[in-house]
């Protein structure tokens, strides 16, 4: 597995890493047991994923997670966890008091004594000054008591696709972050504009959320997606295939559209790791094998560049 250095942080992360949000969160909707989930886990660790993303509402994929690692030597992996800076009427929260006890719930759950890496989850542009000014100090002290290693945020991106949210804070406090978690893939290649240049000047980690996810994989919704794309001016009608739009990657040592989404992902070095959500071993083990070679032919990603790179919409 190859590994790359999670930006200031100077963790070595796996170039793929277990997820446990999303459509599967660790098996838990699709009827896994415990025993099926400490299999999926061991797996990861066997193929070499070292790093596990987790957050406060994954279901109970923090205390699942916890359990499957139990045992595991801790520095044998890396806990990125997330907490959302919002109550059930989706308010910003400004109250640290809130922030320790979800950190120390979140510690218990996992059954460690630090996480590796905090994010805050999901913050839109309109609450960030609110977040750094409030709730960033706590997060520092609970770094300096060695409770967290690393501190960062993530993007909403059904909300903000642009992804302002990570772009304001890294343009505005660099030095704050050493981690950012956003969505890059084929379908949504916006970060690539300005976010990732500036990740890479200021040396902070990239972690690449649902790359390929929902409409990449079904054939059927990307279908419907490219067509969308094409009768509202998007793109041109003769850019892409009506069906299977993206059949023309699948060669060579790319075997399936799915494996193209994830070397897509891969491809730029500034992304430190890419999350994959699986459920299946046979799945995960395809995602990490078909990273063995983290890029695709360059006359492909040139056309994906050309033909997809302009579009920022929830895909």
């Known amino acids: 597995m ?29 009827g896994h047991s415990i025993c099926d989930q400490k299999n ?10 070292n790093m596990f993303d987790t957050a406060t509402h994954y ?16 520095d044998s992996f890396l806990l990125c966890t997330k907490w959302p800076a919002r109550d ?24 460690t004594d630090y996480v590796d890496i905090m994010l805050f989850h999901g913050i839109m542009p309109h609450e960030y000054d609110l977040i750094v000014e409030a709730l960033y100090p706590t997060m520092e002290k609970m770094k300096s008591e060695g409770k967290i290693r690393s501190i960062g945020f993530s993007s909403r991106f059904s909300e903000d696709p642009a992804q302002k949210g990570i772009e304001l804070g890294l343009l505005k406090h660099p030095a704050l972050w050493d981690v950012v978690m956003l969505k890059y893939g084929i379908l949504n290649q916006s970060a690539a504009a300005k976010i990732l240049p500036f990740a890479q000047d200021n040396n902070i980690g990239v972690i690449d959320m649902a790359a390929v996810r929902v409409k990449l ?19 041109d009608p003769d850019s892409l295939p009506i069906h299977d739009p993206f059949g023309w990657l699948v060669e060579g040592n790319v075997k399936s559209v799915i494996e193209a989404g994830y ?38 990603t040139d056309r994906l560049k050309t033909t997809l790179s302009h579009i920022i919409q929830y895909a």
């Open 2 to 30: 190859i590994k790359r250095t999670l930006g200031k942080t100077g963790m070595e992360v796996s170039l793929l890493s277990l997820g446990t949000g999303g459509a599967r969160q660790l098996g838990q909707t699709v």
């Open 40 to 49: 999926l886990v061991k797996a990861a660790l066997d193929i070499g994923i």
């Open 59 to 74: 279901g109970d994929s923090e205390s699942i997670l916890g359990e499957c690692l139990s045992g595991t030597p801790r």
């Open 88 to 111: 059930e009427l989706n308010n910003t929260i400004d109250d640290p008091t809130e922030l320790i006890k979800s950190i120390e719930k979140s510690l218990r759950r996992l059954q």
């Open 217 to 235: 994989p079904d054939p059927i919704l990307l279908e419907q997606l490219i067509a969308k794309w094409k009768s509202s001016g998007l793109i």
């Open 263 to 300: 070397k897509f992902a891969a491809e730029p070095t500034t992304v430190s790791t890419v999350l994959t959500g699986t459920a299946s071993i046979e799945h995960l083990t395809a995602n990490v094998e078909c990273l063995e070679e983290p890029y695709l032919p360059q006359h492909h």
